[in-house]
């Protein structure tokens, strides 16, 4: 029995995390057992590997070599221990970032080599590859303004991405637009400055042809734009790492006839 493994991304505040929040409860609902993780972390090494790579102040200049790999080290971690055994047990893992991420990050947005990045991304999963990516896009400028009223209400400093500067955003927004125009077949890429039901309509019509198989979805629809705050609440419910890992591998559900094919 294989499940499916579906990734969302995008740069910052396009809302990723709030629609994989809304994805979860309406799986279950039809019966999936569903696996919510994010990356870096979701596992207890990877959520250490996440707090040296955002939050810890001495590390703020680390070299983007150490970055790449650490941020496959945490993949490495995620997908042995996690990743792989929710599929194997015919789950829906949704993933908040994925190797696709390294691509646009590490090799357009800190200009390491490609082929670098492939390779050290080809060690972290092997051939465990995304059955389904979410890109959502929304310019620089809305990006800016969300993470600026996101981080007024908030009593801690940005963290080592977020105080990037415009022109980094600038090249992980056309590298994302690059890996996804090579692979049609995987990505959907989504307006994100529509408003979060828009967006949650038009991933779960995505994903209900996935299960399906339905022919008629197999390629990008670009949609029109309405404005929408983010709403990070992805991990509320499950703030600690641990808790989210036995979740994961305890929410045992039924599943629903559409997905048999992949069983
Ligand atoms: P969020 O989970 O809040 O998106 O933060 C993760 C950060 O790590 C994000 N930063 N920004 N902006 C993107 C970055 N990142 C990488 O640079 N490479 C990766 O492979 C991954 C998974 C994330």
Not at 3 to 15: D, H, K, Q, V
Not at 29 to 45: A, D, H, I, K, N
Not at 131 to 144: A, C, G, K, N, Y
Not at 205 to 213: E, F
Request: charged share 30%.
């Amino acid at each position: 029995m294989t499940g499916l493994l579906i990734t969302f991304e995008g740069t910052e505040a396009t809302g990723k995390g709030a629609q994989v929040q809304r994805l979860v409860p309406w799986l279950q609902e039809r019966g999936c057992t569903v696996c919510s993780l994010r990356e870096p972390g979701g596992t207890p090494t990877g959520e250490e590997l996440r707090r040296v790579l955002k939050h810890q102040p001495d590390c703020a200049g680390m070299d983007p070599v150490t970055e790449l790999l650490l941020m496959n080290a945490s993949r490495a971690e995620l997908v042995r221990k996690i990743i792989r055994p929710s599929l194997a047990h015919g789950e829906i893992v949704l993933c908040d970032r994925f190797y696709d991420s390294t691509c646009a990050y590490q090799g357009y947005g800190r200009g390491l080599d490609l082929s670098l990045v492939r390779q050290v991304v080809d060690a972290a999963v092997g051939d465990t590859k995304p059955d389904l990516t979410f890109l959502l896009r929304i310019p620089v400028e809305v990006s800016e303004e969300r993470r600026r009223r996101r981080n007024a209400a908030l009593p801690f400093k940005l963290d080592r991405f977020e105080a990037a500067e415009r022109e980094f955003f600038l090249r992980v927004q056309e590298g994302y637009d690059k890996i996804a125009a090579g692979e049609p077949e995987r990505f959907r890429v989504i307006d994100g400055t529509q408003t979060l039901e828009e967006v949650q309509a038009q991933i779960r019509q995505h994903v209900l042809a996935l299960i399906d198989g339905d022919p008629r979805q197999a390629f990008n629809e670009t949609v029109p734009a309405a404005n929408s705050p983010r709403d990070d609440v992805r991990f509320s419910a499950l703030p600690d790492p641990q808790k989210n890992l036995s979740t994961c591998l305890s929410n045992k559900g039924v599943m629903r006839a559409g997905l048999q094919r992949f069983t």
